[in-house]
């Protein structure tokens, strides 16, 4: 039953790991750097979550999804924003440019987020209605039902968007050969904003479900769970959508289990220890493709 | 239809084109020849939007294409066959030719087009759920050719269709080229280093070496001129 109950809290927790490696993973598919900003708009979205379940009904089904849905929206326009202001202007350069740049942009966004919402931890409201339930001494809580369900329904439509939509097919040949693309009338620019859309909605949306589970919120709140589902992308194959998904989830099943055989102190180490791990011994990535970097 | 003027790119400090000048009349297939380096592809890039010129002009009906991006070019009915293929190879052949439609939104023209592509390449028909990484060279030739033409294009470049194909495979896609030209009257801009099949497709041939045009001529006269025949068709 232990054991059952620690699987349940793992994959809740994989699941938010999973939403934000997600961001990561597309991005890096389409621009080929890693958007360290990436963790914060992941806490803007918790906070835009903050703010909005002020003015909407609280611990209801309806207006949860309503705060839910909000901050997405907020957070897909704060990615396309970012990606329009700081990457776009350096598109061509070196990568290196860009990622310092990235790094930039979550510095700015954590001091921009102190300055605005205070350097104190603030506490997020209940968001749905609170609900234990037992099956045989293991308890669900109705926020963890959210995350699965949520998630779930996240991942779902992901997968449509990218495999069945023009749009998203466009974002995969893109990844394959931007020229290639290019050539066949796609705006590659008009794919890149989608694309940081989708994933900072995706961060948005693991913003919200990590405060409900851990509703202490505050500005430099991304930068521990953006590095592990940053770990978590890694782990699945970087620039691989459903390696992303199983990073994610294997990441928060392995923090959870460290920490149910007693090993809480080793919590955060154990992330960077699989990402070591990871490149020492397959630095493709579990679904990843080893690719020849083009010259 | 295209009009290319004095045309100079250069990559940093390296000058690729030193005015390039060519025109193109609509209906025909000109050809541009020249060994290794000469600036073919570096002249369809240019036309595609894929590079800035330092100078020169390239007009399409009198517009000009300077300065547009890529996808801007396509959609004034240009579309450019890369060198190498570049299919999407972790799309399906499917996927590929819908990528080629991208900008059409009429369902019913989107379905005409496979129906003429697969008219022409039936290969692709066969294969059209599988993942474009798996068709052998020619057929991943063909289905670029298809994927250019989904777009349904009135001026069609072509970066050199015959590179790492089957030498009997080569044979077949240039008389389909042949056929895009006559049947679809579809005006084609032919960059080739195999010169022989090249002039033989073609009515009108450049000579570009070391960035400049040394040779124009009908390409029957080309191919029997003194010049080209000992450079580029293996003759004395």
């Known amino acids: 039953m232990e054991f059952l109950q620690q699987l349940i809290n793992g994959l809740s927790l994989g699941a938010i790991y999973a939403l934000i490696a997600l961001g990561y993973t597309m991005v890096y598919g389409v621009l080929r750097f890693i958007n360290f ?92 209605p609170q609900h234990n339930f037992t099956f045989g001494g293991m308890v669900l809580s109705s926020d963890q039902i959210a995350v699965f369900v949520v998630t779930i329904a996240i991942l779902l439509g992901l997968h449509y968007i990218v495999m069945k939509t023009r749009i998203g097919t466009a974002m995969r040949a893109l990844s394959f050969n931007p020229t290639a693309a290019s050539l066949v009338g796609i705006n590659n620019d008009m794919v890149i904003s989608f694309t940081f859309a989708l994933g900072s909605a995706l ?36 620039g691989n959508i459903p390696g992303a998904a199983l990073g994610g989830v294997l990441l928060g099943l392995i923090e959870t289990l460290v920490v149910a055989m007693g090993g809480s102190t080793y919590r955060d180490a154990v992330a960077f220890a699989v990402l070591i791990l990871i490149l020492l011994v397959r630095p493709s990535g579990l679904l990843g493709k080893l690719q020849a970097e083009k010259v | 239809m295209l009009e ?69 070019v396509v959609e004034l009915g240009l579309s450019h066959v890369p060198e190498g293929r570049m299919v999407f190879a972790n799309l399906t052949v499917h996927e590929n030719l819908m990528m080629g439609a991208y900008l059409q939104r009429d369902k019913n023209l989107i379905r005409a087009s496979f129906e003429s592509v697969f008219a022409t390449f039936p290969r692709l028909q066969e294969r059209e759920q599988q993942v474009a990484g798996t068709l052998s060279g020619g057929e991943q030739q063909m289905l670029a050719i298809g994927r250019a033409l989904m777009s349904r294009p009135k001026f069609l470049m072509m970066d050199e269709p015959s590179l790492g194909i089957a030498p009997l495979l080569v044979k077949t896609i240039f008389e389909k080229i042949v056929e895009i030209n006559r049947t679809q009257g579809i005006t084609i801009l032919l960059v080739e280093q195999n010169a022989n099949l090249a002039l033989e497709i073609s009515h009108f041939g450049y000579v570009l070496e070391t960035g400049k045009i040394i040779l124009s001529d009908n390409s029957a006269a080309l191919r029997q001129n003194p010049q080209v025949k000992s450079a580029y068709l293996g003759g004395g």
């Open chain 1, 37 to 128: 900003a990436h963790s914060d708009v992941f806490m803007v979205g918790a906070f835009a979550g903050f703010y909005l379940g002020r003015v909407l009904p609280a611990a209801s089904f309806g207006g949860g999804l309503l705060v839910l849905f909000g901050a997405m929206v907020i957070c897909a326009v704060l990615g396309v924003v970012i990606e329009k202001l700081a990457y776009r202007p350096l598109r061509g350069r070196s990568t290196l440019t860009v990622l310092i740049t990235a790094i930039g942009v979550s510095l700015l966004l954590q001091n921009a987020g102190q300055l605005i919402f205070g350097a104190n931890p603030k506490s997020f409201p209940k968001l749905f």
């Open chain 1, 203 to 238: 961060a948005a949306a693991g913003g919200i479900l990590y405060a409900i589970n851990y509703p202490s919120i505050d500005p430099l709140m991304g930068t521990l769970p953006g590095l592990k589902a940053f770990v978590a992308a890694v782990l699945g194959g970087i």
């Open chain 2, 4 to 72: 290319i003027k004095e045309l100079a790119v250069s990559y940093g400090a390296i000058t690729a084109l030193h005015g390039v000048s060519l025109s193109v009349k609509p209906g025909s297939i000109v050809t541009l020849i020249g060994g290794n380096g000469a600036g073919k592809t570096t002249t369809l890039r240019t036309v595609s939007g894929l590079l800035k010129p330092q100078a020169g002009e390239i007009l399409y009906n009198g517009k000009s294409l300077v300065g547009l991006k890529p996808h801007r």
